[in-house]
Structure formats: C-alpha cells, structure tokens
C-alpha cells in the first residue's frame, strides 16, 4: 500500500513500515478541529474524484522517494463523514535520516492538499460550506 482513500478510520498504528536501515519514521496526521475562522465546527464530510486522485496521490508519492532518500511513503486520505478528533489524512515517510523524513513529509502533505481533487464540507450549528480542494 502506497496510498489509499478510505471510508473507514485511518490505521495510523498499521501506516508506517520500516526496515532495518531506517532511522527516522515521520509520520503526519490531519485531525478533524472543533472550529474554522471563528466558527464552531461540528462535523466534517470529505468527497473526491477518485478516477484522479489517486494517481495523483501516487505520483507525490513517487515525487517524494526521487526527490529525497526514502525507503517508504505512504499517503492515506479519509473520505465520507468524520466527527471532531477524527484523522482525516496521515503521511509516513521512512528513510535512514530525519531530515530527508521531515522533507518528503511536508512535501507530500502541501502537493496533496494543493493538487489532488479532494473537497471538504465543514458543518456548523447555523450552515455548512464546501471548502478547500482543486
């Protein structure tokens, strides 16, 4: 598994995988906030282009391993409803060293959120509104 969008809570527990040369393991995970510009969040839904996105998902994936030595990178979208405290998105990169970790990592996180056609729908008390997304 390189990435996945899913329907079911996110295993961050079963995300990473390291092999004996690893030293760092960088792991990443997006949670569902109780608020968003001064209103109070209820809930969060999730919806994408599948056909789309996860190509696209694989090509940061396989962006981040050319760019930086990395044994592993794995991308993990949530899709449908989440509640508050929920994990919406994680990202685990291996690699021998933390720097090169720390770098894919952020690196995926910002391609992912900037390219790949994922919307979310914020739920408040008094509306919803569609946000984010390409």
């Given at each position: ?5 899913v329907r079911e809570p996110i295993d961050v527990a079963a995300l990473p995988a390291t092999n004996p040369a690893d030293g760092a ?70 690699s021998a060293h933390r720097g090169e970790a720390f770098a894919a990592c952020r690196y995926a996180i910002d391609a992912l959120k ?21």
């Open positions: 598994m390189t990435v996945r969008l393991l960088c792991l990443f995970v997006g949670v569902v906030r109780d608020h968003n510009e001064g209103r109070r969040v209820l809930r969060l839904e999730y919806e994408a282009y599948e056909e789309m996105a996860l190509p696209l998902m694989e090509k940061i994936a396989a962006e981040a391993r050319s760019r930086w030595r990395v044994s592993e990178v794995r991308i993990v979208h949530r899709l449908g409803r989440l509640e508050v405290g929920d994990a919406s998105v994680a990202v685990a990169v291996t900037a390219s790949v056609p994922i919307w979310k729908k914020e739920f408040y008390a008094d509306g919803e509104v569609w946000l984010g997304g390409t």
